[in-house]
Nanobody, 120 residues
Framework: QVQLVESGGGSVQAGGSLRLSCAASGRTFDRYIMGWFRRAPGKDRELVAAIDWSGENISYGDSVKGRFTISRDNAKNTIYLQMNSLKPEDTAVYYC?????????????WGRGTQVTVSS
């Protein structure tokens, strides 16, 4: 079992930046696909970004392409989400996830989430 703990959320004005971190512990970290999801009030959960164990295969949701960057440091068992040019519509709770795929119906490890609030 992998345990995930997010940090780095907060409040920022539109156009600003935040960096989220997700520290993993438990089972071997470097063989998992890791990802960030978010859920805004009244909306469905959305995949923001995902990265495989090598760091060479990365995907982004259409709404964040060109603004967000996902990365991982297997030596530190940590992944990051650099969020630039933030918009009010990025406001959500951001969750870290880990499993062999990013199908949310089958993900076995979730963090508790960190709130990101972007004001206009």
């Amino acid at each position: 079992q992998v345990q995930l703990v997010e940090s780095g959320g907060g409040s920022v004005q539109a156009g600003g930046s935040l960096r989220l971190s997700c520290a993993a512990s438990g089972r071997t970290f470097d063989r998992y696909i890791m990802g960030w999801f978010r859920r805004a009030p009244g909306k469905d959960r959305e995949l923001v970004a995902a990265i495989d164990w090598s760091g060479e295969n990365i995907s982004y949701g259409d709404s964040v392409k060109g603004r967000f960057t996902i990365s991982r440091d297997n030596a530190k068992n940590t992944i990051y989400l650099q969020m630039n040019s933030l918009k009010p519509e990025d406001t959500a709770v951001y969750y870290c996830a880990a499993d062999s795929s990013m199908d949310p119906s089958s993900i076995g490890a979730w963090g508790r989430g960190t709130q990101v609030t972007v004001s206009s």
